[in-house]
């Protein structure tokens, strides 16, 4: 067994070998992440990729503080990081008719009217292009080897050999002492650790369009409305737009715009980042379902008919309800990030749970070493399955503050128009809570304690809550009925 001393918290290059051979599936925040700190951790790493290239396409999304502690180890990732982080950003909130609720303010102004430190924000909006760049950068850097064009189409495990492997489209298999199943929520993986087999359809899409600036030129009057922040007006600035059922979101940054906007299902969304639609199909269909005179915000339209051909994508939303199965029978195979945990958008959550998915995994791999890889697999889902259906539920409670929003408390308090992102999430540390917690946990799974009764580990989710199993179905509906009830303890 690995050391779990304070200590172990070192740069790639300290850790001692530990013989664990790692094959991970699937590029995503979760693959990548879970490649470098493998590597960091002495594990032996492979990647599998369906695609013939890494997809660095995309806009944006949120990345909490407690998914970038880890770029402490990391010296070169942490500098391009700052590079390319959104600092001095500003954000500005308006009905979705338009009419302006909340005028320009510094996040940092906005969290110190939330009563939160401004030195040290629970996260940022960042660049899925640029952010993937990065990790790419470090992957090179670190010579991990990964295998494109390698579709998965099945998992297995051999118990009596102490392996797991996967099978790909051709007929190849691939084995390791542990298997990472990060490839999305549609992974083969589903089936071997018994789990809901196939995603369902959420019955919302979001329409998303990243495009260089220089095509707001073509409508002066919308780019000085749309202009950055700040004094000398070179700041990012995001725009938010909270309407009945819906909400968009729009980042100016000094060579990107960035545009976003949650709604129904449409007949061409798909979950691909490579399927676009038209912008007059957008125009056609954004206003469904909202009272004449009262319609989408001019000003976005004309930011719709801006945005280049074959740039706008109609991404569906799928979700599975929270399962504590992410192992095979033998816990050689794991689930992580979206495969194990889908998100709603408005959870802000999703690329951060995918990260600490990720360093948990990697640390109790570590911990374990070769000889106890089940138990640290299974340690680790301990670690993360109520965390995660708890930040999951935040998704559905943020998902009614900007679809529902009440704009009469917001005049009072106008932390009602924007996600939470409470202390419980953004404070934790994934990997510190690893070494603190590992004998523990351990301990739990030895004397048979159900996961959910487990008292002797300090919660890394809101103090006090009790998990009780729920279902998207019915979360879904108390956001329309305006009924989320998040259940016992301080979620604040």
Known sequence: MGSINDSDCRPVGSYPPSGIDVLIVGTGL????????????????????????????????????SATKFFRHWPELMREYDLISMNNAWIETFKHNGERQITPLKVADRLRQAGMDPNTPPGAFQMRPLIYRMYLNEVQRQGIKVQFGQRVVDYYEDEARQKAGVMTESGERFEADVVIAADGVGSKCQKLVGGQVRAMSAGRAMWRAAFPIHHLDKNPELKEFLKMGGPNGDEPMVRTWLGPGTYAMVLIRRETCVWIMNHDITESAEESWDHTVSSDEVLNTMDRGLEPGNTWDPKIKELIKLIPPDTIINFELFWRNPQPSWT???????????????????????????IEDAVSLATCLQIGGKNHVPEAVRTHVRFRFIRCSCAQKMGFSNAELLQHTDWKKVKVDP??????????????????????????????????????????????????????????????????????????????
């Open 328 to 354: 095979s029978p033998g816990a050689r195979v794991v689930l992580i990030g979206d495969a194990a945990h889908s998100f709603l958008p408005a959870s802000g959550n999703g690329a951060t749970q995918a």
């Open 30 to 65: 979760a693959g990548l992440t879970a490649s470098i700190e493998c590597v960091r951790k002495g594990h032996n790493v492979r990647i599998l990729e369906r695609h013939d290239d890494i997809n660095t396409a995309g806009d944006m999304y949120f990345m909490g503080h």
């Open 415 to 492: 932390k009602l128009a924007q996600p939470k992102l409470p202390r419980w999430i953004w404070k934790h540390d994934p990997e510190q809570y690893a070494y603190d917690n590992y004998e523990k946990m351990v301990d739990t799974i030895r004397k048979g304690i159900p996961f959910d009764k487990v008292d002797t580990v300090p919660p890394n989710y809101p103090p006090g809550y009790k998990y009780e199993p729920w279902n998207i179905d019915d979360m879904y509906r108390d956001v329309e009925n305006r009924t989320v009830n998040m259940g016992s303890g301080d979620w604040e």
